[in-house]
């Protein structure tokens, strides 16, 4: 909001809204730090019309704040610029211009670099895994793959829709077993799809 001839800024006045004595030290910071607060307020709110209004506030609040505990004149630009700033950040919560990317896990996630060793390793793994597979089975991994279905594969291959699965999946696990080697422990389960 700008100011009136009827309502100075606060920088002007000697008394906040409701009255109370606005300290010289708060005003005189109030002075200093107003180009930061505009800054600060365009970043949080994409404009600075809300900055005079936002410093205003933290003024008279910064300003009974100091006087209610006693605190002897000093600087109080810093308490002056993280009120304005917890304001804005509040004023841009409700008009839903700041969202939520996720939580710590999610953040943690989109900000992992991709360890181009490990999928190497898992390509080259799977392609062993596909070689050691019975031909037949090569084939329907083949057509999984171009999209058909279990029940698609199963008339195509003329047998009972389980059979083709449960054939499909016990010879993965065999050539996954084998791939692993002897007294290797099979910890994973292949996923059916």
Known sequence: MGSSPERPPWWDRDVDESGSAIRIDVREAARRIWG???????SV?????????????AVASVSRYLDRNNVPAHDPSGLLIVSVHRSARRLARQR??????????????ILKAPDWSEVADRRIFLEQLVRALKERNRAILRL?????????????LKVDLSAV?????????????????????????????
């Open 96 to 109: 839903q211009r700041v969202q939520s990317v996720g939580g710590t896990s999610e953040l943690a996630e």
């Open 45 to 57: 709110l994409g404009d600075s019309t809300e900055a005079q209004e936002l410093l205003e506030k």
């Open 165 to 193: 699965r449960k054939a499909f999946w016990k010879d993965v696990r065999r050539a996954h077993l084998h791939l692993l080697g002897p007294g290797q422990v099979d910890t994973s389960t292949p996923q059916k799809g």
């Open 144 to 156: 999984r793959i171009a999209g058909y279905e279990w029940s698609e594969i199963a008339t195509m």
């Open 36 to 42: 930061r607060v505009c800054a600060d307020v365009r």
